[in-house]
């Protein structure tokens, strides 16, 4: 077989300051992600070296205000960078996707004196950050949430269980929804919890079938006392902070799945150029040819979508509908084409030998986080046809 390496994605950047910045991600993906992306995926090791260098490089808060260590740059310019990143890993592409979101509400929602008391540890100083919304009996629900915030003289005290919840048990400070009132959304408050409050633990991680180097967890909060000054926003305001993040959050999942797909598509390129049968390579039968170039239109298309989405969100524009189309069609795409990259290598496909089969273990995740693709067409159908009537 002939080692063809893959193509960088021919970006349209809107300055010569991006440009390098997408420069220097390709090279630190090059050379400090992909090399060892598959042993340590099999092995269930997360990365932590490779937070911290991106920390150091000023790639875990690039769509923040550089007043904060922030990188001031646009969505447009951020989803490009966790796409390079999830290209190469998406344990790394998602988890800077998932420590952006969690740094959100703070960023958005909080007081100036928050801001600069927490925000430059968060954005640059080495702090890896997990997002907590979801909980054992409260997925799609999520305004149903039953953990519990309870004042006590000028401190709030947490206790409940969250699940699903990414770095958790080793993330730095977790940023927590939890109910402080009445039923349902309004009665819920966001707080931002270190994660060394007493109280706080996480589960063993779940064992999944895919990115098994991103430990996923419950995060149990046992009579967690924070003060009222990490209260993020006004009470009742949680689960509208929650929402906004998730928005947000989606472009991030959107963007990580067209990384993925676009390296799934490398890898079926190179086999099919590579690999001879019947004189010839495969690449040269129909079928397969096809079959490739519907792969790369698809890709093509979730990044316009995605793009699209997140220049709507740098203009100030309402971009809800948006990333919601963006998340479903991204992470479909990634999907199909990494179950057709299988499909293209065969029964080499289906080894460990190549990462073709990674690649379609890891998509189907990427179908569920941040808001299912069946929660997703939910939210295309209420900005079209209004809420479901009762």
Same mark, same amino acid.
């Given at each position: ?209 895919? #990115? ?15 003060? &009222?000054?990490?209260?993020?926003? &006004? ?59 519907? #792969? ?28 919601? #189309? ?13 179950? &057709? ?18 690649? #379609? ?30």
């Amino acid at each position: 077989m002939l080692d063809r390496a893959p193509q960088p994605v021919d970006r349209q950047l809107p300055t010569d300051e991006a440009r390098d910045l997408i420069s220097l991600v390709r090279d630190i993906a090059q050379r400090e992600v992909a090399p060892k992306a598959a042993e340590e995926e099999d092995a269930g090791r997360f990365p932590r070296e490779v937070f911290t260098l991106l920390s150091e490089s000023g790639l875990l808060g690039l769509p923040y205000d550089s007043e904060y260590g922030g990188g001031d740059q646009p969505y447009e310019v951020y989803l490009q960078v966790l796409e390079e990143l999830a290209a190469a890993r998406l344990t790394v592409g998602l988890g800077v996707s998932v420590h952006t979101l969690a740094s959100y509400a703070l960023a958005a929602y909080g007081t100036k004196e928050q801001q600069l008391e927490h925000l430059p540890a968060m954005l640059g100083g080495g702090l890896l950050g997990a997002y907590c919304l979801s909980e054992p009996a409260s997925g799609s629900d999520a305004a149903s949430l039953r953990t519990k915030a309870v004042r006590d003289g000028g401190d709030w005290v947490i206790t409940g269980t969250k699940a699903w919840i990414t770095h958790g048990g080793i993330a730095d400070f977790y940023t927590v929804m939890a109910r402080t009132g009445e039923e349902g959304p309004r009665g819920i408050t966001a707080f931002l919890v270190p994660a060394d409050a007493a109280g706080l633990s996480g589960a063993a991680p779940e064992k999944k079938m895919g #990115m098994k180097g991103s430990p996923t967890a419950q995060v149990h909060f046992d009579g967690v006392r924070v003060p &009222d000054d990490r209260r993020i926003g &006004d009470e009742g305001q949680g689960f509208a902070i929650a929402l906004a993040a998730l928005d947000s959050g989606r472009l991030g999942i959107a963007a990580c799945a067209i990384g993925l797909a676009q390296a799934a598509l490398d890898e079926a390129v190179a086999y099919a150029t590579g690999r001879r049968q019947f004189g010839r390579p495969i690449a040269d039968f129909q079928g397969l040819r096809f079959m490739l170039a519907d #792969m790369a239109t698809q890709i093509e298309a979730g990044r316009a979508l995605y793009l699209a989405a997140a220049r709507l969100r740098d203009a100030g524009r309402p971009f809800a509908k948006q990333a919601a #189309m963006a998340k479903l069609h991204c992470t479909d795409t990634a999907m199909k084409v990494a179950t &057709d990259a299988v499909q293209v290598l065969g029964g080499y496909g289906y080894t460990a030998d190549f990462p073709a089969e990674r690649y #379609m273990r890891e998509a189907k995740v990427l179908q569920i986080v941040e808001g299912t693709n069946q929660i997703q067409r939910m939210v295309i159908a209420r900005h079209l046809a209004g809420p479901e009537t009762r």
